[in-house]
């Protein structure tokens, strides 16, 4: 069984550009969340993808998107990049039953994403 | 809107235990966590436990619950300077499929020789 794996490790971008970041989900989980963690502070939600569609969403722009995949993987696209963006980008997988939230969220390591 | 509050840190030594308190503010959370955090790395669920209970036990870590206060404890005995790492306390917003987590700021553990 493998775990959440997330890529690139590192990225550095310039303030206007665009981003993705990647998300394998461990194994048999089919529901992944994204949260930023800023510097010195928890974990924000971003948002969460079930069955490929985003099913909950925290305060974050609309220049925050995501895709989830037929194997249950996902993406993090942010556009129009800002100094404040610098963050770790942390995903999360869990496995969703239908009658509501039940069980653990398996973090991935974390993506650095540093905007000059 | 939902909060969650830590302590910011916390310093034991070798072989004592450690307490580690938050407190959150969401009364229908069903499920409530402890992740550990090391420098540089990604979040490890510790523990949970389900807001029916009072007590959960699992080798060297015993939570409580106080759900009439919304107090949540993480305690860690004959601590090790490899527990030292932030500890972060989160709480469940939201029903059905969705269960996004609110986390604290941290408690960052320092363990001394």
């Known amino acids: 069984e493998t775990g959440v794996t997330q890529s690139p490790t590192h990225l550095i971008k310039t303030r206007g550009q665009q981003v993705t970041l990647r998300c394998s989900s461990q194994s048999g989980h089919n529901t992944v969340s994204w949260y930023q963690q800023a510097l010195g502070q928890g974990p924000q939600f971003i948002f969460q993808y079930y069955r490929e569609e985003e099913n909950g969403r925290g305060n974050f722009p609309p220049r925050f998107s995501g895709l989830q995949f037929p194997n249950y993987s996902s993406e993090l696209n942010v556009n129009a990049l800002e100094l404040d963006d610098s963050a770790l980008y942390l995903c999360a997988s869990s496995l969703a039953a239908l009658a509501g939230f039940k069980g653990e969220q398996f973090f991935g390591p974390g993506t650095r994403l540093t905007v000059l | 809107g939902e909060d969650v509050e830590q302590s910011l840190f916390l310093s034991v030594r070798e072989g004592d235990s450690s307490v580690i308190n938050c407190t959150y503010t969401?009364?229908?959370?069903?499920?409530l966590y402890w992740y550990k955090q090391e420098p540089g790395a990604g979040l490890q669920l510790l523990t949970y436990?389900?807001?029916?209970?009072d007590m959960k036990q699992d080798q060297r870590l015993t939570v409580l619950l106080n759900k009439k206060d919304k107090h949540l404890s993480l305690r860690i005995a004959d601590t090790q300077t490899g527990d030292s790492a932030i500890y972060f306390c989160a709480e469940v917003e939201g029903e059905g499929s969705q269960g996004n987590l609110i986390f604290g700021k941290g408690t960052k553990l320092s363990v001394k020789p």
């Open positions: 436990i389900f807001s029916n209970m």
């Open positions: 969401d009364s229908s959370s069903t499920y």
